[in-house]
């Protein structure tokens, strides 16, 4: 190839890719915007995003009416315990398919990323009939439960990989100094390999707070078990939502925000753990 096409190449790049980005983050642009503005700037000034002064009433409103605390705690509780609980499941199995040698070890390995080709919603109707019978409708750890198994496949093979890169001979020196397998992977292996860890964690958790049908089905009958996602549609349904299209942007502002500041703060280290994951073993 020469040096004229592949500068044409880089030319056309740098400007379909901004275009692209445009396109993507358009909708985010035009919901922050509407959320600051009032009932009448909305449909006196459609197409321009922003307006100025911005108007705060919609967030006030939100505040208001709806008990952003109580489902703030109950989103990060349902995020967290289902992040916790897939590094707690994760790190062990990636540890174990890097390291041991087993019966039917590759086809254990197989049936946890044919896994991931199972979506999610297919396990609703029997995981909701469990949680009935469990007497955990309604209720948070009723919608942590199931969500354990959702993307731990990628996990686990994500871990998996990077496991493989560390020298076995580091681990075979604490072996010798007495450490057994348990010692060699929370006390050598994890520490080495702390940005993939890390990593899927921040995944899972978006995941898990971006979740809305699962929620509304199994806590949706309970206010005091309403996750911020569910919260809004609530919200949205309500007499006090109804039209009034500010607060309900105002609503799902708040509700996307600390994803996209953990994406935005972390972007750096989850892009380079997907690209180093995607070379190694």
């Not at 993507?24 to 915007?33: S, T």
């Not at 062990?92 to 087993?102: L, W």
């Not at 348990?182 to 050598?188: S, Y």
């Not at 609503?251 to 070379?279: D, N, Q």
Request: glycine share 8%; charged share 10%; aromatic share 14%.
């Amino acid at each position: 190839m020469s040096v004229s096409s592949r500068l044409r190449g880089i030319n056309g790049a740098r400007v379909v890719f901004p275009l692209i980005s445009l396109v993507v983050l358009l909708p985010l642009i035009y919901q922050v915007g509407i959320s600051f503005k009032n009932p009448q700037q909305i449909f006196s000034t459609p197409v321009l995003p922003f307006t100025f002064p911005p108007s705060f009433e919609n967030y006030v409103a939100v505040l208001t009416q709806m008990n952003i605390p109580r489902f703030l705690f109950n989103s990060l509780v349902f995020s967290l315990g289902v992040t916790l609980g897939q590094l707690i499941l994760a790190i062990p199995a990636a540890f174990s398919f890097a390291y041991f040698n087993f019966r039917f070890k590759n086809l254990l390995l197989g049936i946890v990323l044919i896994s991931l080709m199972v979506p999610f919603v297919v396990t609703y109707i029997p995981n909701y009939l469990l949680l009935a019978q469990w007497r955990m409708i309604n209720t948070l750890h009723g919608m942590i439960l199931p969500m354990l198994g959702i993307s731990l496949g990628f996990g686990i093979f994500l871990l998996r990989q990077h496991f493989m890169s560390f020298p076995r001979e580091v681990m075979e020196a604490a072996h010798i100094d007495g450490a057994n397998s348990w010692d060699v992977l929370w006390r050598v292996l994890l520490p080495a390999n702390l940005s993939p860890v890390v990593t899927v964690g921040l995944y899972v958790l978006i995941n898990s707070w971006n979740q809305f049908i699962w929620p509304l089905l199994v806590g949706g009958g309970n206010p005091n078990s309403f996750t911020l996602t569910v919260a809004v549609q609530i919200f949205y349904t309500s007499p006090e939502g109804g039209d009034y299209w500010g607060a309900i942007m105002a609503a799902s502002v708040l509700t996307s925000l600390p994803t996209v500041l953990i994406f935005l703060l972390m972007r750096k280290r989850i892009l380079t753990t997907f690209v180093e994951g995607a070379v190694k073993g």
